[in-house]
């Protein structure tokens, strides 16, 4: 599995009705609907650029992936993100909610390399508003430890048209070094958590540990093929109302025919993202204070 610093997902991922968002429940998913509404995934630019998603968790503080703001030599990306909220078409801002992230709390455990503890709690600016005349919502952070395996969830995100794919010629493994046009549109797609033993052995030799799992995009059409895909990174996979799983690694080549996505376990880190809500910082806990734009 190459490194993916940022996960998109294609727009071969179809869109979903309005109704989704009142329940998000999978079953209710409807392939070729777009989606004008997005109450809880947000954008996450590095200047102008959108390079991962997130959710809300709170007025003030979004759910992603860590490796989105910490480069390969283990140290903080020192530049401005904002978020953009309430949006379902990235080349169409004027209703959408933007606002700058103050701070970045990440796991010092967090490992470039396999991408173990790929986790951050974002602290914005100022608050979105969450009321009941908002078009926003939290999701909710899960309870208690479940596996989920062989159900559904969903997973969603802004996606590339396309990705330049080459093979290598010794191990045939594809791998993404580029990225093709992408429409800015969010789409969701339906996924299903495989359990460890499959996932371990169509992601050879890489192995899971109790804060990951796998899951694979269920394809709506052989032809038009679902898949995640770079750029969408700490997107959340949902089961109802509640993000199980955050985007972190997939397939080379963006390929999940024979493959399947990598997820962070969220339930592991409640407590991490407990004490980043609470700006406890301790031991284990890395904070960044972004600059000024």
């Known amino acids: 599995m190459f490194d993916k610093r940022f996960i998109f997902i294609c727009s071969s991922l179809f869109f979903l009705a309005n109704r989704v968002f009142a329940t ?15 109450p809880y995934l947000v954008s996450i630019k590095l200047g102008t650029s959108p390079v991962c998603s ?10 992603t992936a860590a490796h ?5 030599n283990g140290r903080f990306i020192n530049s401005p993100f904002k978020i953009v909220a309430a949006c379902v078409d990235l080349n169409d801002t004027k209703d959408a909610i933007e ?8 796991l010092k455990a967090f ?15 100022s608050g979105l508003s969450l009321g009941s005349d908002s078009p926003l919502r939290k999701v909710n952070l899960p ?3 479940e596996s989920y395996v062989d159900q559904t969830a969903v997973i969603g995100g802004f996606g590339w048209n396309d990705i330049k794919v080459v093979v290598h010629p010794l191990t045939n493994r594809k791998y993404s070094f580029g990225g093709g046009p992408s429409d800015n549109k ?14 371990e052995q169509i992601t050879r030799p890489y192995k899971l540990i109790d804060s990951q799992f796998c899951a694979k995009i269920i394809e709506r059409n052989a032809t038009l093929p679902g898949r995640t895909c770079l750029g969408d990174s700490g997107g959340p996979l949902m089961m109802l109302n509640t993000v199980i799983g955050i985007l972190s690694t997939g397939p080379g080549g963006c390929d999940e025919h024979n493959e399947a996505s990598k997820y962070t376990k969220v339930f592991s880190f409640s407590k991490f993202i407990q004490n980043a809500k609470n700006d406890i910082i301790n031991d284990e806990i890395r904070v960044q204070t972004c600059p000024n734009r």
């Open 99 to 106: 606002i700058d992230v103050e701070k970045i709390y990440a």
């Open 54 to 63: 997130g959710a809300i968790i709170d007025d003030q503080f979004i759910l």
């Open 111 to 125: 490992a470039t390399n396999s991408y173990v503890n790929d986790i951050a709690v974002l602290k914005l600016k």
């Open 68 to 72: 989105c703001f910490i480069n390969r």
């Open 24 to 38: 998000l429940e999978p079953e209710v998913l409807s392939g070729g609907e777009l989606v004008t509404t997005n």
């Open 186 to 199: 969010l789409r969701f797609a339906k996924a299903r958590l495989l359990p460890k033993s499959e996932c």
């Open 143 to 145: 309870t208690s430890d």
